[in-house]
C-alpha cells in the first residue's frame, strides 16, 4: 500500500536514505524468501535474522531529528517490522502498539505538535497526525498503510470501541463515513490487510443504525475486490498476507470472496427495502457465479457458503419487490433449469433423507419455492389464472414433504432453515395464502375460503392466514363463523405476535410481506364495529 517517496537529491540526508532504502528493500526480500522456504528452521532463523536487521535499521532512523523527507521510509520500516513481528509471534503484542504510537509521535516532532495531545492516547495521536498529513501529503501512503495495522491489532485485540474511534477520526465527521471507508478501500487495493477492518466498519454501522455507512463500505469492499491485484507489488514492503496466511473463513478478520461480499451487501440490501440496488447486486452476482462452468447445486458446507438456488430465489424476490417480475421469471425459468434433473428423483430423495442416507434433502424447498415465487410474478403481471397453476404446482411438491421427525439427526441439520419444520410450514401457508389470495381477484371466495381454511390447519402460528380467513367470512356473511374467529383472534393477537420469531430464509421473508394484511389492531376494530351491527332480517 506505501508507495516509493521522491528522494530530493539537494537534501544533506539524500545518501543515507539511499543507504537506508537499500538495506530496507534487502531485508523485505530477506524476509519473503524465508516465507517461501518449506525448511521450518531455516526459515524461521532467516526471517528473525531479517527482523532484527529491520530493528537495528528503525533505531538508526529514529536516533536522528524527525525529518520530514525520512519519514515515509521510517514509516515503511515501521509497517515492516510490525508486520513480520506479528507473523512470528503469530499475533499482535503491546509492544508493537508502542512503535506504532512512537511513528506517529515523529510525524508530530516535524509539526511542533507534540505536548497536551499525548495525553488522549493512540486515538488522540491518530486525530492529531491525520490533520498534520493534509499539509505532509506525501506521508499518506506510508499512514494509510500503518492504519491497516493499527486496525488489524485493534480487532485482533478486541478494541473495536477504539476502531470506531480510528473511523471516525479518518471519517473528521461523525455522520460523514465517506472518507473514513476511503482510507479503507485505498488500503485494501493496495494489498494490504485492511479488508477485514473495512467489512468489521460495516458491522458497527450496523450495530450503531447507520445503514447508509453500512451499506457504503460493503459497496466500497466489492469494489475493491473486484480490482484485479498488482502485478508490481513494491520490493521494500512486506506484504501484511503474512500476518494470517490462511485466515479461517469463521474468523471476523476473513473479508470473504467478492461473490460473499456481494451476497452481504444485495441480501442487506433487500433487508433494508433498498429493493432497487439490492436487484441490480443480486444480477451482478448472478453473472458473477454463473460466469464459466455451471456451478453445482448443492447445499453449503457451512453457514458461510453460497447456497446456490437461494440466491436465484432471493434475487427473484428482489426484482418481484422492484416490480421487475418478467425479469424475476426468467431468473426462475432458470433455476428450473438446472435443477429440472432431479424432479424425477424427488420421492426418492426425501424417502432417504428420513432413513438418514445421505443424498440431499433440499432441492423439493427450493423448486416449490421457485414456483411460489413465479406465481407472485404473474400475480403482478395481473395474470391470476397462471399464478394460481404455478401456486398449485407449489403445493402439489410442499405436501409430497413430511417434516422431519426430531431424532432424524444431521442429514437435516442446515443453518439457514432451508428444510426445518418451520420453513416447511411457511412456505406450504405461503402458497395456501397466496393461491387463496389470487382466487379472491378472481371472484371466487368459496375457493379462497377453503386454501385460508387449509393455511391455517397447516401452519397454526402464522397469524396472517387467520386474518385472511377473518375477511373472507365477512364476505361470504358467515357472521356466526366469523364472530367466533374474531374472539380468538382478540385472544391470541398478543401471542401470535410473541411466536412470530421464526428464523427463515430471505426470500420466504420477503414473499411472506407480500401477503400480510395491514394493521391487525385496526382491522380487530372495523370487525368489532361489523359484527356488532344487527343482521338484516
Not at 95 to 110: F, K, N, P, Y
Not at 219 to 231: D, F
Not at 255 to 269: D, E, F, I, K, P
Request: hydrophobic share 40%; net charge negative.
Amino acid at each position: 500500500m506505501s508507495h516509493q517517496t521522491p528522494l530530493g537529491s539537494s537534501m544533506p540526508q539524500a545518501n543515507c536514505l539511499d543507504l537506508w532504502r537499500e538495506k530496507n528493500d534487502q531485508l523485505v526480500r530477506q524476509a519473503k524468501v524465508a516465507q517461501d522456504l518449506d525448511l521450518s528452521l531455516r526459515r524461521q532463523q532467516l526471517a528473525q535474522d531479517a527482523l532484527e536487521g529491520l530493528r537495528g535499521l528503525l533505531h538508526s532512523l529514529q536516533g536522528l531529528s524527525a525529518a520530514v523527507l525520512v519519514l515515509p521510509l521510517e514509516l515503511t520500516v515501521i509497517c515492516n517490522f510490525t508486520t513480520l513481528k506479528a507473523s512470528l509471534a503469530q499475533g499482535f503484542t503491546e509492544d508493537q502498539a508502542q512503535d506504532i504510537q512512537r511513528g506517529l509521535e515523529r510525524v508530530l516532532e516535524t509539526q511542533k505538535q507534540l505536548g497536551p495531545r499525548l495525553e488522549r492516547g493512540l486515538t488522540g495521536l491518530w486525530n492529531s497526525v491525520l490533520h498534520a498529513s493534509t499539509v505532509l501529503p506525501q506521508l499518506l501512503p506510508a499512514l494509510h498503510h500503518l492504519a491497516g495495522l493499527q486496525a488489524a491489532l485493534w480487532l485482533s485485540t478486541d478494541h473495536l470501541g477504539d476502531l470506531t474511534l480510528l473511523l471516525q477520526t479518518l471519517n473528521g465527521s461523525q455522520g460523514n463515513p465517506q472518507r473514513a471507508l476511503l482510507y479503507l478501500v485505498a488500503a485494501l487495493k493496495g494489498g494490504s490487510i485492511c479488508g477485514p477492518p473495512l467489512l468489521e466498519a460495516s458491522r458497527l454501522y450496523r450495530q450503531l443504525g447507520n445503514t447508509a455507512a453500512e451499506l457504503e463500505s460493503l459497496e466500497l469492499l466489492v469494489e475493491a475486490l473486484s480490482i484485479p491485484p498488482s502485478s508490481e507489488v513494491p520490493h521494500f514492503l512486506i506484504e501484511v498476507e503474512l500476518l494470517l496466511p490462511q485466515p479461517d473463513p469463521a474468523s471476523p478478520l476473513h473479508c470473504g470472496t467478492l461473490s460473499q461480499v456481494r451476497h452481504l451487501l444485495a441480501s442487506r440490501c433487500l433487508q433494508m427495502g433498498r429493493t432497487e440496488h439490492a436487484a441490480e447486486h443480486y444480477l451482478d452476482l448472478l453473472a458473477l457465479l454463473l460466469d464459466g462452468s455451471e456451478p453445482k447445486f448443492s447445499p453449503p458446507p457451512c453457514s458461510s457458503g453460497l447456497c446456490m438456488p437461494e440466491i436465484f430465489l432471493e434475487a427473484a424476490a428482489a426484482l418481484i419487490q422492484t416490480g421487475r417480475a418478467q425479469d424475476a421469471l426468467t431468473v426462475c425459468e432458470e433455476l428450473l433449469r438446472r435443477t429440472s434433473s432431479l424432479l424425477p428423483k424427488m420421492p426418492q430423495l426425501w424417502k432417504n433423507a428420513r432413513k438418514g442416507t445421505k443424498e440431499s434433502p433440499h432441492y423439493p424447498p427450493w423448486v416449490s419455492a421457485t414456483y411460489l415465487l413465479q406465481g407472485q410474478a404473474w400475480v403482478q403481471l395481473g395474470v391470476p389464472k397462471q399464478a394460481i397453476s404455478e401456486f398449485s404446482r407449489c403445493l402439489e411438491l410442499l405436501f409430497r414433504v413430511t417434516p422431519k421427525d426430531k431424532e432424524q439427526g444431521p442429514a437435516f441439520n442446515c443453518e439457514q432453515g432451508c428444510t426445518s419444520d418451520e420453513t416447511l410450514q411457511q412456505l406450504r401457508a405461503a402458497a395456501l395464502i397466496s393461491r387463496g389470495l389470487a382466487w379472491v381477484a378472481s371472484g371466487q371466495d368459496t375457493k379462497a375460503l377453503q386454501d385460508f381454511l387449509l393455511s391455517v390447519q397447516v401452519c397454526p402460528g402464522n397469524g396472517d392466514a387467520s386474518f385472511h380467513l377473518l375477511q373472507t367470512l365477512r364476505r361470504l356473511d358467515r357472521r356466526d363463523e366469523a364472530t367466533a374467529l374474531w374472539r380468538r383472534l382478540e385472544a391470541q393477537t398478543e401471542l401470535l405476535q410473541e411466536n412470530a420469531t421464526w428464523s427463515l430464509p430471505l426470500y420466504l421473508e420477503t414473499c411472506l410481506s407480500w401477503i400480510r394484511p395491514p394493521d391487525r389492531e385496526t382491522l380487530l376494530k372495523e370487525y368489532r364495529t361489523f359484527l356488532l351491527e344487527p343482521c338484516d332480517l
